[in-house]
């Protein structure tokens, strides 16, 4: 694609013709840190010369951004209403999820605070709703939030909840909930009731309290399951084994199953986790999110990871399972815990690599 700056400076204008617009803080925002990516993609970091300019300084300067009636490249300017896409820029996994969003429209005020959700995703197995807060107090940087869920009627459908806020303005914020499905729940549909309770600074620990619900019906994005029959890879009497892919146009959902039955490694090592490296027969790596998990405490676990959008030339997927033996360090109350800082002892088992057939 052209660089943005250089259709500007391509186009014979006054500047003067243009009305502006009045934008949210939200808006301001995702153009500012859009605007600081696309600088940072080129070599030359001099001021470019005449619109190029004059639309730079205004768009960080001003209280408003110029309303371009020029619309032959309105779509590749960096302004788009996506909580979604905001933290994509942090979020590997979520990148491109914008595009599958279903918009909303839903408000609510309590005790001088607006609630607005603007979008929402369902993947079959995640919940994500993205919302911009405006509130008449300083919530900090990163407020904490308390919210329930019902799915469908049920209050405990859920494993458990994510959520992030990022201050965009004074006194505005702007946020996105992930809410993660029982492992066992797949929904092709659901009703989803979003309450929040409160909102508080991290920091100062002021609160506000209230009700803002919210209520939406919710269509999962297409999807394929493949259930998987590749055999279990085993060695030194610990195991995984692959269930499922969920294919996604967003993502790949997989679930397995770890044993671990060698007793020796479990009296040497405080922790011993596994994980899968995914590649495909392109070379592509996948990062993944866990998703949910279960087990019965006898050396049986069940996960589902989430991973970002699969390549679309891909046919394969191997899976390179690994378990990580490791060193914990213990707390006052003798919990224990891993610290990836320290210099306790680490070691990795890699088993042999599942294989999957994309199917098609």
């Not at 010369?49 to 209280?63: E, P, R």
């Not at 033996?325 to 213990?330: G, R, S, V, Y």
């Amino acid at each position: 694609m052209k660089n943005l700056f250089k259709h500007f400076n391509d186009i014979d204008i006054d500047v003067n013709e243009f009305e502006e617009a009045d934008v949210t803080e939200f808006e301001k925002a995702q153009f500012k840190r859009d605007l600081k990516r696309q600088v940072s993609k080129t070599k030359n970091r001099k001021w470019m010369k005449g619109v190029a300019a004059v639309c730079l300084s205004l768009g960080i300067g001003t209280a408003s951004l110029i309303g371009l009636s020029y619309t032959t490249f309105a779509h590749e300017i960096p302004i788009v209403n996506s909580i979604i896409k905001l933290f994509s820029t942090k979020d590997k996994i979520i990148s491109g999820y914008e595009e599958f969003a279903d918009q909303q429209h839903l408000e609510a005020e309590s005790n001088g605070t607006t609630i607005t959700v603007n979008e929402s995703l369902f993947d079959s197995k995640k919940f994500l709703v993205g919302y911009y807060i405006e509130t008449d107090r300083d919530l900090g940087e990163h407020p904490e939030i308390e919210t329930t869920f019902k799915v469908d009627g049920r209050e405990h459908a859920l494993f458990h909840t994510e959520h992030i806020i990022e201050k965009v303005g004074p006194n505005k914020y702007a946020g996105l909930t992930t809410a993660i499905l029982n492992l066992s729940n797949q929904l092709e549909q659901a009703n989803f009731e979003f309450h929040i309770s409160s909102l508080s600074n991290r920091d100062t620990k002021e609160m506000v309290q209230g009700s803002w619900d919210f209520e939406i019906d919710a269509k999962a994005t297409e999807n394929k399951v493949q259930i998987v029959e590749a055999p279990a890879s085993k060695k030194a009497d610990l195991g995984i084994k692959i269930n499922e892919v969920i294919y996604t146009p967003i993502s790949f959902i997989v679930n397995y199953t770890e044993t671990q039955k060698n007793e020796m490694l479990k009296e040497k090592w405080d922790v011993i986790s596994s994980d899968l490296n995914v590649k495909d027969d392109l070379g592509n790596t996948y990062t993944s999110r866990l998703t949910g998990g279960t087990g019965n405490g006898q050396g049986f676990m069940e996960y589902v990871f989430t991973y970002e959008k699969l390549h679309p030339d891909a046919k394969t997927l191997i899976f390179t399972p690994i378990f990580k033996l490791m060193e914990a360090e213990i707390d006052e109350n003798g919990v224990k815990w891993v610290n990836p800082d320290s210099d306790l002892k680490m070691e990795i088992i890699e088993l042999s690599d599942i294989i999957i057939k994309i199917p098609k």
